[in-house]
């Protein structure tokens, strides 16, 4: 299985602050990439897919990306509702493997 | 708006099957180009991709479950469901349908990206 390896696993931020968060695959997967956001006892969000395009409805704030092993999420301008875990996955060969996550939190 | 909700036994019993359905709103299931897919999170973890059903009814698994799983589409329902046998308290998990829409891109092809999912179900597996 292809290893996706986030970082870092949490970070402490202020509302404003640019952030960037890194996901790293074990082999390369070209641009099949995606972005996940989680708040606690909710359902992921989806926010981004091959690598750098946004879902339907989801702030420009948000951009990604990357290509082949070396993959980075970006929010431009961090809000209260942007503290939350996300998660990167690949999906260039089976199974679709996610990293571990990045808990991002308010300082 | 796609909408997706998955429903079943909370509590399972070990070496029992484990039985979900999703029930798919505002698209039919049977139209378009999309995966309908399986993924689970056990408690204060990372999630796990299960498997898939396309909707021409092909299915692809998670080789760490294939022996155990099956992934199948009532399309008269607009709903696919999710059998998991043998299961184990390492079982036990927040289990998610998701929709995943075919898509092209001119420089790489064809990929599937996750972009609609159900809101979870807590499944327990314990005597």
């Known amino acids: 299985d292809i290893q996706m390896t986030q970082s870092p696993s949490s970070l402490s931020a202020s509302v404003g602050d640019r952030v960037t968060i890194t996901c790293r695959a074990s082999q390369g997967i070209s641009n099949y990439l995606a972005w996940f956001q989680q708040k606690p006892g909710k359902a992921p969000k989806s926010l981004i897919y091959?690598?750098?395009s946004l879902q339907s409805g989801v702030p420009s704030k948000f951009s990604g990306s990357g290509s082949g092993t070396d993959f980075t999420l970006t929010i431009s301008s961090l809000q209260p509702e942007d503290f939350a875990t996300y998660y990167c996955q690949q999906y260039n060969s089976y199974p679709p493997t996610f990293g571990g996550g990045t808990k991002v939190e308010i300082k | 708006q796609v909408q997706l909700q998955e429903s079943g036994p909370g509590l399972v019993k070990p070496s029992q099957t484990l039985s979900l359905t999703c029930t798919v709103s505002g698209g039919s299931i049977s139209s378009g180009s999309y995966y309908w897919s399986w993924i689970r999170q056990p408690a204060g973890k990372g999630l796990e991709w299960i498997g898939r059903?396309?909707?021409?009814?092909?299915?692809n698994y998670n080789p760490s479950l294939k022996s155990r799983v099956t992934i199948s589409v009532d399309t008269s329902k607009n709903q696919f469901s999710l059998k998991l046998s043998s299961v184990t308290a390492a079982d036990t998990a927040v289990y998610y349908c998701?929709?995943?829409?075919?898509?092209?891109?001119?420089?790489?092809?064809?990929?599937?990206?996750?972009?609609?999912w159900g809101q979870g179900t807590l499944v327990t597996v314990s005597s």
């Open positions: 059903i396309y909707t021409s009814g092909s299915t």
């Open positions: 998701a929709r995943a829409s075919v898509y092209y891109d001119i420089l790489t092809g064809y990929g599937a990206g996750l972009d609609y």
């Open positions: 091959a690598a750098s």
